[in-house]
């Protein structure tokens, strides 16, 4: 459990710091902490999925006292989230800021054309990825995802989105490229608002996150059909009176090859010291170790993969590159 | 009613602004032109909206022009003298936001408060200047420390560790 | 009456005296919120959510909503004493309670605009108390051309309010669209109007211009006119709430239509700002006396606030009951009630039934303790405009310039609001309405927005904006509001042929 090691290693160097003289590199790795309220951005606008696990963490950490000083969340939502990444861009060096990514860290660049990049950046810890799931109205007739591409050929369906050439709209043109079947896809601003419109009958599937329409699938208004991700949610404990999370088939079983998740990382500006980032780390660590936070996951069905270090670059860099590849293909590249 | 004191007639300034929105929707539409104004394959491109505004702005303001460039009214749109009282708010408030992005609110927004009291109000430069303190003051803990609100800082905030 | 024994549970509840105390402090936290610029709604609720993480939940649901509500009450203050409106739903209240303030009759404005919230809120609570499954399900057959009917409607109850040249309003009016496409168009997710500016990037925030159009300006005319707040001598005196209240029923008619536009904009949702300008400008619309507006009627204070408390409290009823908030702050509150366990959407009626009721209780309770607050702190607030201009002057525009940051944590927002200072000003004096323009800039973008996605839907066609009964009726009565005033002149030329 890297949750434990960590602990104990923070626990180590935290007893030894308190002998041992602060010139050591290892030990004053470990002893480095914030001076001054931490900013927390947040590259979208209140209430969001992103917004709201910054606050959860903020909660978090202010009611288990995790941290001496405060955590400040600060929306900066501007241009897709381009203003909040260059804001941390350009205060290369300052410990005291950190930022929480969507999917928007590779698509806002990519689609506006807007000069950041993760490279730009100091990643610090994957905290989760977030799930999507298609989901269609309980009425309709489709009840596979074969049903479902099949009328989607025959007739040009309605797919509704959170924005334009962000993730919603990136797996709908990623289920076009795999099955030819053309969509007009209808962007809205929050996924909320999204779930709502398919219940209303506005529009015909959406690609919601668990979170966002687990209610109206327990009230039974909507259906899911498949998840994007290479195996099944985790979570067995029934949320209808026949289904669990887990019960719902991989769009791959199902016969779709679309598979996506989003990022829910930790970044930092450039050129900060290495003891800051090891110390945000040990906080995250802390953070994923409350019921709180557990809480959350369970709620929204996340996918709990971490990643830190070299791991976690690697992965973004792969996770840019496919965002290059899909975004071309679907024409979404800033001209 | 013709005012014959110094300052800015009414008609030169009704000429200045309408040509000054003309000009901004001449600007909106050229770039609104560029980003595409035809329709897509998600429906009208992002420059439609702007485009047909920007031609709606362009023609109304053309037609305050011309109204204004025929009108032979010799109404002042501000005395000098009253050019001059806004001016004693307005240069100040410059030097405020100068000040802001430069060394942080606190001290600017000290020392504004010190020099209206002072030099508009007519009160000693003590009390002035103690007052602009405690505004500042009253800021920080408010802003600072009870609702968590970062405002903007500089060197002398950061000597004091923020 | 299952549903009525609940919430006298709730009741029970919510009335522990530790409860009511955390009540009123949350009123007044919230009043502050309201009231200091840039703190408004959503960043004051989402600042002091964190607070409530240590209490037990239902007091900290209490203080949430009472933290909301206070925040509700306290947006009007500002708007009638300083003309500088803290929230978009804020702006109509401006037109006539910032006249009435200049006018001596700061109280009267204030009694109004705080007796109107309650009365409002209370009527949309009344309302979710009452038919709250029903209400859900209307709320679903909003998709996105009945949206903009709702938006069209807006336009076109308030458009032509305003006297002067139908050219400057028109201009002024676009320049308003203009400034709400500033940034990156959320249909396409491609920049516009940017000009290559990362300053621009984030569009440009309805606050920080009006923070500069209204509030600057405004200190910019104080300064040409000799240094004085006009209305600084305002009488105050605890009777005037007596006499304004006694004087209130009689607009139980606007009050009544105010509240039902404010329920529907809530729950739609389309949200409080529309409601206030579309309930502002029916109530013109429809009135004998409707040139007279602006000039410090007490039925243009009446009108934008009963709807805009109306809206904003029955936005919370699709929030619970659909999960989707009808306002950033309600979105902000919804993060802090998922924080306790509550899953919002249509189960939550069913499942969480205690939670609702004690919820809804406390809204009661809160809007009761909100009007108390308020009421009793009339005196002080009018009180403010009695400070000597040198000392207040500083102080207002410190505060705009820290709402203008906060907005959006920008520096370059401070430069902004000194541009839109001078352009207000000119506006002003070039007798330019600002109003139309403001209209504009709040809801353009959805407007926008709205009819994009409807054509998308639709493949293009027009056709789509009367496809059923619901849009088809919205728009008729927008279009009927547009001719308002040719219809009274073509009904005058009848009414006259006929009598002679």
């Given at each position: 459990m890297p949750t434990v090691a960590r602990r104990i290693v923070f626990a180590a160097a935290f007893a030894s710091a308190a002998v041992a003289v602060p010139t050591a590199p290892t030990s004053a790795q470990a002893t480095w902490e914030p001076t001054r309220p931490v900013q927390f951005l947040v590259p979208a606008g209140t209430g969001g999925g992103a917004d709201q696990m910054a606050r959860t963490i903020q909660g978090i950490v202010s009611k288990h006292e995790l941290m001496r000083q405060p955590i400040v969340v600060?929306?900066?939502?501007?241009?897709?989230?381009?203003?909040?990444?260059?804001?941390?861009?350009?205060?290369?060096?300052?410990?005291?800021?950190?930022?929480?990514?969507?999917?928007?860290?590779?698509?806002?660049?990519?689609?506006?054309?807007?000069?950041?990049?993760?490279?730009?950046?100091?990643?610090?810890?994957?905290?989760?990825?977030?799930?999507?799931?298609?989901?269609?109205?309980?009425?309709?007739?489709?009840?596979t995802v074969s049903d479902f591409i099949g009328a989607a050929k025959s007739q040009r369906l309605r797919m509704g989105g959170t924005g334009s050439r962000q993730e919603d709209h990136i797996i709908t043109a990623a289920i076009t490229r795999a099955t030819g079947a053309q969509f007009t896809y209808v962007p809205f601003r929050g996924g909320g608002e999204v779930a709502t419109q398919l219940v209303g009958r506005h529009v015909d599937a959406t690609v919601n996150n668990p979170i966002e329409a687990v209610a109206h699938w327990r009230a039974g208004t909507l259906r899911p059909l498949c998840v994007f991700d290479s195996q099944r949610l985790p979570v067995t404990e029934k949320m209808t009176a026949t289904m669990a999370w887990s019960d719902i088939p991989t769009c791959k079983e199902a016969g779709?090859?679309?598979?996506?998740?989003?990022?829910?990382?930790?970044?930092?500006?450039?050129?900060?010291?290495?003891?800051?980032?090891?110390?945000?780390?040990?906080?995250?660590?802390?953070?994923?170790?409350?019921?709180?936070?557990?809480?959350?996951?369970?709620?929204?069905?996340?996918?709990?993969?971490?990643?830190?270090?070299?791991?976690?670059?690697?992965?973004?860099?792969r996770e840019e590159e496919r965002h290059r590849s899909l975004m071309a293909e679907a024409g979404f590249l800033a001209r | 009613m013709a005012d014959h004191r110094g300052g800015v007639r009414a008609r030169t300034a009704e000429l200045v602004a309408a040509a000054a929105i003309a000009a901004l929707g001449a600007l909106v539409v050229a770039d609104a032109y560029r980003i595409g104004i035809a329709w897509d394959l998600d429906g009208p491109q992002s420059g439609t909206f702007p485009f047909w505004t920007g031609i709606i702005m362009i023609t109304a303001s053309l037609v305050t022009f011309t109204f204004a460039a025929f009108g032979r009214s010799r109404v002042l749109f501000a005395s000098s003298q009253e050019l001059a009282s806004v001016a004693r708010l307005f240069v100040p408030a410059c030097m405020f936001v100068a000040g802001v992005l430069v060394i942080g609110l606190y001290l600017p927004a000290a020392a504004l408060v010190a020099w209206f009291m002072a030099v508009i109000g007519g009160y000693r430069l003590t009390t002035a200047a103690l007052s602009g303190l405690a505004a500042s003051g009253v800021i920080f803990v408010v802003f600072e420390a009870w609702f968590l609100v970062a405002l903007p800082k500089g060197p002398v905030e950061a000597l004091l560790g923020y | 009456?299952?549903?009525?024994?609940?919430?006298?549970?709730?009741?029970?509840?919510?009335?522990?005296?530790?409860?009511?105390?955390?009540?009123?402090?949350?009123?007044?936290?919230?009043?502050?919120?309201?009231?200091?610029?840039?703190?408004?709604?959503?960043?004051?609720?989402?600042?002091?959510?964190?607070?409530?993480?240590?209490m037990p939940p239902v007091s900290a649901i209490i203080m949430l909503s009472c933290i909301y509500w206070g925040a509700l009450f306290g947006g009007a203050i500002t708007s009638i004493l300083f003309n500088i409106p803290g929230e978009p739903w804020s702006v109509a209240t401006t037109f006539d309670g910032y006249p009435?303030?200049?006018?001596?009759?700061?109280?009267?404005?204030?009694?109004?605009?705080?007796?109107?919230?309650?009365?409002?809120?209370?009527?949309?609570?009344?309302?979710?108390?009452?038919?709250?499954?029903?209400?859900?399900?209307?709320?679903?057959?909003?998709?996105?051309?009945?949206?903009?009917?709702?938006?069209?409607?807006?336009?076109?109850?308030?458009?032509?309010?305003?006297?002067?040249?139908?050219?400057?309003?028109?201009?002024?009016?676009?320049?308003?669209?203009?400034?709400?496409?500033?940034?990156?168009?959320?249909?396409?997710?491609?920049?516009?109007?940017?000009?290559?500016?990362?300053?621009?990037?984030?569009?440009?925030?309805?606050?920080?211009?009006?923070?500069?159009?209204?509030?600057?300006?405004?200190?910019?005319?104080?300064?040409e006119e000799g240094l004085a707040f006009r209305g600084a001598t305002a009488r105050i005196d605890p009777k005037v709430v007596s006499q304004v209240w006694k004087a209130l029923p009689r607009h139980w008619a606007i009050a009544l239509r105010s509240c039902v536009i404010g329920c529907w904009m809530g729950v739609t949702p389309a949200g409080a700002t529309p409601a206030s300008f579309m309930s502002y400008g029916m109530a013109r619309r429809l009135s004998k006396d409707g040139p007279t507006f602006g000039t410090g009627r007490i039925e243009g204070v009446i009108a934008p606030e009963v709807a805009n408390n109306a809206a904003g409290v029955a936005a919370l009823l699709p929030m619970l009951a659909l999960g989707?908030?009808?306002?950033?702050?309600?979105?902000?509150?919804?993060?802090?009630?998922?924080?306790?366990?509550?899953q919002p959407g249509p189960m939550l009626f069913i499942e969480q039934k205690e939670f609702v009721w004690g919820l809804v209780a406390s809204m009661y309770l809160g809007n009761l303790a909100s009007l108390v607050v308020v009421m009793a702190l009339v005196p002080w607030f009018a009180a403010i405009l009695r400070i000597p201009f040198a000392i207040i002057a500083p102080l207002i525009l410190i505060a705009c310039a820290i709402g203008a940051f906060t907005v959006n944590n920008a520096a370059f927002d401070l430069v902004l609001m000194l541009v839109f200072g001078v352009v207000g000003y000119v506006m002003k004096k070039l007798d330019y309405p600002l109003a139309p323009m403001v209209l504009a800039l709040v809801l353009g973008n959805r407007t926008e927005q709205s009819f994009r996605q409807s054509l998308l839907l639709s493949d293009g066609s027009l056709g789509v904006f009367f496809g059923n009964w619901l849009v088809g009726s919205i728009m008729a009565v927008g279009f009927l509001m547009l001719f308002w005033p040719m219809l009274g002149r073509l009904r005058a030329a009848v009414l006259a042929r006929l009598s002679r």
């Open positions: 600060t929306n900066k939502g501007g241009g897709a989230g381009a203003e909040a990444f260059l804001e941390v861009k350009n205060s290369r060096g300052n410990p005291h800021v950190l930022v929480i990514t969507l999917s928007n860290l590779f698509t806002t660049p990519l689609a506006t054309g807007v000069p950041v990049s993760w490279r730009d950046m100091t990643p610090v810890k994957m905290l989760a990825l977030d799930e999507f799931v298609l989901w269609v109205h309980a009425e309709s007739p489709w009840h779709l090859d679309v598979e996506y998740l989003m990022l829910r990382g930790i970044f930092m500006p450039p050129g900060v010291p290495e003891a800051a980032v090891a110390f945000y780390i040990g906080l995250l660590d802390r953070v994923r170790a409350t019921p709180e936070w557990q809480e959350l996951m369970r709620n929204g069905a996340f996918n709990t993969t971490t990643m830190i270090g070299a791991d976690y670059a690697r992965w973004v860099e | - | 009456m299952e549903n009525l024994d609940a919430l006298f549970a709730g009741f029970a509840v919510a009335l522990v005296p530790g409860n009511l105390g955390l009540m009123v402090l949350g009123v007044m936290l919230g009043i502050v919120i309201g009231v200091l610029p840039g703190l408004g709604g959503a960043n004051g609720i989402a600042i002091l959510l964190p607070l409530t993480f240590a009435m303030a200049q006018q001596g009759r700061a109280a009267e404005a204030l009694t109004a605009a705080f007796t109107s919230s309650f009365v409002g809120a209370l009527f949309a609570i009344l309302m979710i108390t009452a038919i709250a499954p029903l209400i859900a399900a209307f709320a679903l057959r909003f998709g996105p051309p009945e949206f903009f009917a709702v938006m069209f409607l807006s336009f076109a109850s308030f458009v032509g309010l305003t006297q002067g040249s139908a050219w400057k309003t028109l201009a002024a009016m676009m320049a308003g669209f203009l400034m709400a496409c500033v940034g990156l168009d959320t249909v396409t997710g491609q920049l516009r109007l940017t000009f290559g500016s990362t300053e621009l990037l984030r569009g440009i925030d309805f606050l920080v211009a009006v923070i500069g159009l209204f509030g600057i300006s405004e200190i910019m005319i104080a300064m989707v908030p009808g306002s950033p702050t309600a979105a902000v509150l919804l993060g802090g009630l998922v924080m306790w366990g509550l």
